[in-house]
């Protein structure tokens, strides 16, 4: 059964700091282009950082380039988000995803996600 289960979120000043983790289970992420997707109350849902299995290439929306920065580690079998100067507008419930699609981010196709982790930026 693929599982992929997100950790990390929580509640965060403006201008603070999160690491969202995503641990799979029943395959490897290694094979597939990994991403992380967030839905704020009453919006669409929208890509916020993708990388390719290819080559690692790596994607973000505009909203949070130069801000966070994703990563995986596939000995742990791991993707990771990190968020630095967080806004307000970042909250939102965040969860990674798996997708055979190396433009996964761009056309939304998934193959597998989570559940979702809660991230707040309030003060």
């Known amino acids: 059964q693929l599982q992929l289960v997100e950790s990390g979120g929580g509640l965060v000043q403006p201008g603070g700091s999160l690491r969202l983790s995503c641990a799979a289970s029943g395959f490897s992420l290694e094979h597939y282009a990994i991403g992380w997707f967030r839905q704020a109350p009453g919006k669409a849902r929208e890509g916020v950082s993708c990388?390719?299995?290819?080559?690692?290439?790596?994607w973000f929306a505009d909203s949070v380039k130069d801000r966070f920065t994703i990563s995986r580690h596939n000995a742990k079998n791991t993707v990771y988000l990190q968020m630095n100067s967080l806004k307000p507008e970042d909250t939102a419930v965040y969860y990674c995803?798996?997708?055979?699609?190396?433009?996964?981010?761009?056309?939304?196709?998934?193959?597998?996600r989570g559940q979702g982790t809660q991230v707040t930026v309030s003060s």
């Open positions: 995803a798996a997708s055979t699609s190396q433009a996964m981010c761009v056309l939304g196709v998934l193959n597998s």
């Open positions: 990388m390719s299995s290819r080559d690692s290439t790596t």
